[in-house]
Nanobody
Framework: QVSLVESGGGLVQAGDSVHLSCAVS??????????VAWFRQAPGTERVFVAG????RTKYMDSVKGRFTVSMIKNTLYLQMNSLKPEDTAVYYC??????????????????WGQGNQVTVSS
């Protein structure tokens, strides 16, 4: 069993930065064999992969490369988002699974999810 509790987000202007956090707890974390990721979902669209980390590696969607950074420190997953654009507006979700070394990019690859936090970027 895994618990993911998000914090952060809000309303910002284009060019600003936002720091999202996701506190992780449960047996899967203790095992050390996991993959963590961030997804986002804009109104009327499907949930899409943003960034992920596993076995010391990271993966990003093309549109956020160089602007977003994913990290896992102890029991907290972070997403640092810089140079935000209006098209980054969405509900952001953290996610976790029991895979090791393979960073899935589909929502169905993950069985545990945070509650979601809104990030709104105004132009």
């Amino acid at each position: 069993q895994v618990s993911l509790v998000e914090s952060g987000g809000g309303l910002v202007q284009a060019g600003d930065s936002v720091h999202l956090s996701c506190a992780v707890s449960g047996r899967l974390l203790a095992s050390g064999l996991w993959t963590v990721a961030w997804f986002r979902q804009a109104p009327g669209t499907e949930r899409v992969f943003v960034a992920g980390s596993s076995a010391g590696r990271t993966k990003y969607m093309d549109s956020v490369k160089g602007r977003f950074t994913v990290s896992m420190i102890k029991n907290t997953l972070y997403l640092q988002m810089n140079s935000l654009k209006p098209e980054d507006t969405a509900v952001y979700y953290c996610a976790m699974n029991g895979e090791w070394g393979t960073i899935g990019t589909r929502a169905r690859d993950y069985g545990s999810w945070g509650q979601g936090n809104q990030v709104t970027v105004s132009s």
